[in-house]
């Protein structure tokens, strides 16, 4: 079964940093780009960042640019975000999700979320 | 940056109803466009990519169309299970996407 599992989160003060981890099974994780959308509460999708199948080529929100980092180990079928410098703003569930076939594509594998508190 | 604006935010259907939601792109994405359905608590699901191709395991009430700037998911008759959220995403820019803002169906 294809398969993504989040975790990391939880609650950090304005400021403070966070990693998430995405362990992916079911599926050839280093044939495929991912990326990290998330959803603050009560609003709608945000997308956050995403990588290519190898590594090589990332892009971020412009909300986030510069404070988060995604990466991937494709030998540990795991994907991370590194989060720095959080701010209240930042407070939503973070899903990681699988890109169709190519990376530039729809993504058809959603983890469940990690949630990611903001706050002092 | 590309913006998706979707229209309506909310609409209120009642089962057995054609429903439809645009989606419009502030530039031409060509069909390198999704959409997905959020149900609460739970994570967004895949129904239709490249414009107008069915996710496998998608019921066929479920279609999409458009190509450019505009674009539509059209569920030909709403059923219990379809009261959800939907958003469309732009795949368009390398590895920048955006969703629109999201349109509930509620019951009327």
């Known amino acids: 079964e294809v398969q993504l599992l989040e975790s990391g989160g939880g609650l950090v003060q304005p400021g403070g940093s966070l990693r998430l981890s995405c362990a992916a099974s079911?599926?050839?994780?280093?044939?495929?780009?991912m990326s990290w959308v998330r959803q603050a509460p009560g609003k709608g999708l945000e997308w956050v960042s995403a990588i290519s199948d190898s590594g090589g080529s990332t892009d971020h929100a412009d909300s986030v640019k510069g404070r988060f980092t995604i990466s991937r180990d494709n030998s540990k079928n795991t994907l991370y975000l590194q989060m720095n410098s959080l701010r209240a703003e930042d407070t939503a569930v973070y899903y990681c999700a699988k890109s169709r076939l190519v990376t530039r594509d729809s993504m058809d594998v959603w983890g469940q979320g990690t949630t990611v508190t903001v706050s002092s | 940056d590309i913006q998706m604006t979707q229209s309506p935010s909310t609409l209120s259907a009642s089962v057995g109803d054609r429903v439809t939601i645009t989606c419009r792109a502030s530039q031409s994405i060509s069909s390198w466009l999704a959409w997905y359905q959020q149900k609460p608590g739970k994570a967004p699901n895949l129904l239709i990519y490249k414009a107008s191709s069915l996710e496998s395991g998608v019921p066929s009430r479920f279609s999409g169309s458009g190509s450019g700037t505009e674009f539509t998911l059209t569920i030909s008759s709403l059923q219990p299970d379809d009261f959800a959220t939907y958003y469309c995403q732009q795949y368009d820019s390398y590895l920048t996407w955006t969703f629109g803002q999201g349109t509930k169906v509620e019951i009327k």
């Open positions: 079911g599926f050839t994780f280093g044939s495929y780009g």
